[in-house]
């Protein structure tokens, strides 16, 4: 719900409806999501595996490959100067057809635009430029057949206007800035000679090289083990603390999100479910999926002998239940006739709870509440 009193987000997701082409023919992976980052913040995406996590991710860049997959509705304004009064992604429609038409650089507009329109020669002046993506899989990530530092300066030259050997100081400033010692030689070496670590710590730095107002991480700390996972968070942080960066952060981990996310999203079968600032979220809980990722974790000091489980698995997209999606699997309220009927919308809590969004028909306040898009604009002080 956009409100002229308050800063205006880096990023806003509305609607996003994304599909693929599948065996029962096209199936929706994402499925009218709404999200909003906001300059300096960190939002925090969980959820199991196959919730549409990383394809709204990818969908920020245009990364989903097309075909198989479509963008069937909804938008992505992208705010190169956020907070700049009365600007709205309503009045920027136009702004945003105009850059289309005449493919002007969209870094230069003012205004909100929506990424979805924009052709690929000009995304291509988006990614890894104001927007920059740390994908899974730090070991298969990076190019085997190129050197660390040709895979940098790829990315530094095709953005900056600056010499080779200035790309390369740059490039060996990035390895230092995220803790890769002899950084000049490192520049030489094949993924293949680096650990997971060291190759974890080269996509940070390829992804930060030329200074992104937003950095997409989707599992930055896959297949690490923890003690290179609580190195590669806490790089992440200190990054964003000098340079003002926002960040979706996108994991399976709640207690990753509890040290390093201000707003958490929690995203069901391709929709969002839960959506609030890290604290209303985790102090009280609302949607019985979110109570099930709790009670999944293993707290200290608790008595509990066994945790509790979320039974059975996330639905097939080609195949949702009807009604509530999470309702085959919920213990609060499976057999409830109003959850088997209708999906309930996401709805914004009122009057106990601000800015706290939930997508169950049995929450509290749900019925008092209004069906909004979540947009929270908290920036803790937890980064610095």
């Known amino acids: 719900m956009m ?18 082409d599948g065996p029962a023919g096209r199936v929706r992976a994402v499925n ?6 906001y300059p300096g913040q960190t939002l925090g995406v969980v959820g199991e595996s196959g919730c549409g996590k990383s394809v709204s991710a990818l969908s920020t860049l245009q990364l989903v490959p097309t075909p198989p997959g479509r963008f069937e509705s909804g938008s992505i304004w992208w705010n ?21 038409e005449t493919g002007s650089d969209p ?13 690929e020669k000009q995304m291509q002046k988006i990614r890894g430029n104001d927007i920059a993506m740390i994908f899974q899989e730090p070991m298969t990530s990076l190019n085997p057949v190129y050197t660390v530092g040709e895979q940098i300066l790829e990315a530094i030259l095709l953005h900056q206007k600056v010499s080779r050997s200035q790309a390369v100081d740059i ?25 997971g670590g060291m190759r974890q710590r080269v996509m940070i730095a390829m992804a930060l090289a030329c200074q992104p107002k937003l950095l997409l991480a989707d599992e930055p700390t896959t297949a690490l083990d923890v003690t290179i996972q609580a190195q590669i968070l806490e790089l992440l942080r200190k ?11 996108i ?8 040290e390093n996310a201000d707003v958490v999203a929690v995203m069901y079968a391709g929709r969002v479910v839960e959506y609030g600032s890290v604290h209303d979220v985790f102090e009280n809980p609302l949607h019985p999926y979110t109570q099930g990722l709790f009670d999944s974790m293993p707290i200290l000091g608790s008595s509990k002998h066994r945790l509790r489980t979320i039974e059975g698995n996330v639905p097939n997209p080609a195949d949702l239940p009807s009604g509530c999606p999470f309702h085959p699997r919920c ?54």
């Open 3 to 20: 409100q002229h009193d308050k800063p205006q987000p880096l990023l806003r997701v509305e609607n996003l409806a994304v599909s693929f």
């Open 239 to 249: 990054l964003q603390a000098e340079r003002g960066m926002s960040i979706m952060l």
């Open 251 to 258: 994991t399976h981990d709640l207690g990753v999100v509890a």
């Open 107 to 119: 870094v230069s507009l003012s205004q909100p635009v929506d990424l979805l329109k924009y052709s």
């Open 331 to 384: 213990r609060s309220y499976a057999g409830d006739q109003r959850c088997t009927a209708s999906d309930p919308p996401l709805h914004e809590i009122t009057p106990d709870f601000r800015e706290h969004w939930a997508s169950c028909w049995h929450v509290d306040g749900h019925e008092q509440g209004k069906a909004t898009r979540p947009d929270v604009d908290v920036v803790t002080q937890i980064h610095a």
């Open 80 to 100: 190169p100067t956020p907070g700049s009064p009365g600007s709205s992604p309503e009045s920027s429609t136009k702004s945003s057809e105009t850059s289309s």
């Open 171 to 195: 490039a060996v400033q990035a390895l230092k800035d995220v803790g890769i010692a002899d950084a000049a030689s490192r520049l030489r070496v094949y993924p293949h000679q680096m650990s």
């Open 32 to 37: 009218g999501v709404n999200l909003s980052i």
